[in-house]
């Protein structure tokens, strides 16, 4: 049972503030020696979220974009010469053919891949080849088989699978918690992620093209965010899926999913219930409950000022506090641990092997959705 001399001294502020300090960084970046970044896919996630992340981030710059010609990518590059940085005034653009010809290979020292995700694999393959370390985007591919094409294709080059919930300092402090045994054995999680697709990019976005985004819109794209928190802060893998899903709107009809709702079994018999949507108010929670606690983060997710995190245990006596943290550009921080396992020469957390299982529980999920029974990972 959890104690009230373990509660005693505890400091979820002081905590945060641990957190917020970035607990995983071991070495210092220098700004003369920077990570140079070539971006592959120039959409407006790469142009609104990274190229500003790693322009906030000493040591790292951006030096190269890669486009479907090159005249867009140098277009962003005048364009948003304000987003670069002051250490990548010298940044050029190019196309995909040239990118696969290693045009401009000399100019960069990583590569950031955020085209739609079934184009992730030509990238990657090409930056392995180039012996350049790679973040690709979540999730890994479209399918479990191109996914394992990229574990297999990255066997002898760093690369890291984009999930940015890894450094967000309220998750890192739900795991802190859950690893200090304030919560007991984990039991059960809940989470829901959704957001309105057709207002960010319209009907005719990738997200919404089988082709393109993978077997579904809403389970891929946002669904991911609590499998694989989860994941990450009690540390277990699913097993199986169960899943139901409808598509109603027009612009959803090449999806199965609109709306889903779905279970996640992971190891050791714990239940993930999980509700997402690409046509919904943007909304993000997260909840573990364990045999002694629980912890719950609302919003979740998304980059939000409103953040706070509930822990609830104890057993004779309960206690119970909340804290707020910070808004925090969770890109900013993925793209800083990036660079620090680099420099440090330690493995990523996510690497690529992650971002396959996840591949296989998103199929699962569809699976069990189109068969209407559970599905065995």
């Known amino acids: 049972?959890?104690?009230?001399?373990?509660?005693?001294?505890?400091?979820?502020?002081?905590?945060?503030?641990?957190?917020?300090?970035?607990?995983?960084?071991?070495?210092?970046?220098?700004?003369?020696?920077?990570?140079?970044f070539a971006m592959v896919g120039l959409g407006w996630w790469t142009i609104e979220e990274m190229i500003p992340a790693v322009a906030a981030e000493p040591g790292i710059s951006t030096?190269?974009?890669?486009?479907?010609?090159?005249?867009?990518?140098?277009?962003?590059?005048?364009?948003?010469?304000?987003?670069?940085?002051?250490?990548?005034?010298?940044?050029?653009?190019?196309?995909?053919?040239?990118?696969?010809d290693g045009a401009a290979a000399?100019?960069?020292?990583?590569?950031?891949?955020?085209?739609?995700?079934?184009?992730?694999?030509?990238?990657?393959?090409?930056?392995?080849?180039?012996?350049?370390?790679?973040?690709?985007?979540?999730?890994?591919?479209?399918?479990?088989?191109r996914a394992a094409a990229i574990v297999e294709a990255t066997a002898d080059v760093p690369i890291m699978t984009g999930y940015r919930m890894h450094t967000e300092p309220a998750i890192r402090v739900a795991k802190t918690l859950f690893e200090d045994g304030l919560l007991g054995e984990p039991v059960a999680v809940q989470g829901h992620m959704t957001q309105n697709?057709?207002?960010?990019?319209?009907?005719?976005?990738?997200?919404?093209?089988?082709?393109?985004?993978?077997?579904?819109?809403?389970?891929?794209?946002?669904?991911?965010?609590?499998?694989?928190?989860?994941?990450?802060v009690i540390d277990r893998d699913p097993v199986a899926?169960?899943?139901?899903?409808?598509?109603?709107?027009?612009a959803f009809a090449d999806v199965p999913d609109e709306a889903a709702s779905f279970l996640i079994e992971y190891e050791g018999g714990v239940t993930g219930a999980y509700t997402a949507s690409q046509h919904a108010q943007l909304s993000g929670s997260f909840r573990i409950v364990g045999t002694e606690g629980e912890v719950r983060l609302e919003p979740a997710f998304f980059n939000d000022e409103r953040s706070e995190l509930h822990l609830r245990t104890g057993g004779s006596?309960?206690?119970?506090?909340?804290?707020?943290?910070?808004?925090v550009d969770q890109m900013e921080a993925e793209v800083a641990y990036f660079a620090d396992c680099l420099r440090d020469g330690r493995p990523f957390e996510p690497d690529a092997e992650h971002g396959l299982v996840d591949m296989q529980a998103?199929?699962?999920?569809?699976?069990?959705?189109?068969?209407?029974?559970?599905?065995?990972?």
């Open 106 to 145: 000399e100019h960069y020292d990583a590569v950031y891949v955020c085209t739609p995700n079934a184009l992730h694999l030509p990238y990657v393959e090409t930056a392995a080849d180039l012996d350049k370390a790679i973040l690709c985007e979540k999730p890994l591919e479209a399918s479990t088989e």
């Open 241 to 250: 899926a169960h899943a139901s899903m409808t598509s109603e709107h027009p």
């Open 317 to 327: 006596t309960i206690f119970e506090t909340s804290v707020a943290f910070p808004s």
């Open 197 to 232: 697709v057709l207002d960010i990019a319209g009907p005719d976005s990738w997200r919404l093209d089988p082709d393109l985004a993978g077997p579904g819109a809403s389970v891929t794209d946002v669904g991911i965010y609590p499998i694989n928190t989860a994941r990450f």
């Open 1 to 36: 049972m959890v104690t009230e001399r373990r509660l005693v001294g505890m400091d979820l502020t002081e905590l945060r503030s641990r957190f917020s300090e970035r607990d995983w960084q071991q070495t210092e970046p220098d700004p003369e020696d920077p990570l140079r």
């Open 362 to 377: 998103i199929e699962a999920v569809y699976e069990a959705a189109e068969r209407g029974e559970r599905v065995e990972l």
């Open 63 to 100: 030096t190269v974009l890669v486009s479907s010609t090159a005249e867009k990518a140098e277009r962003v590059v005048d364009e948003h010469e304000h987003r670069l940085g002051d250490d990548a005034t010298d940044a050029r653009g190019i196309d995909y053919d040239a990118f696969h």
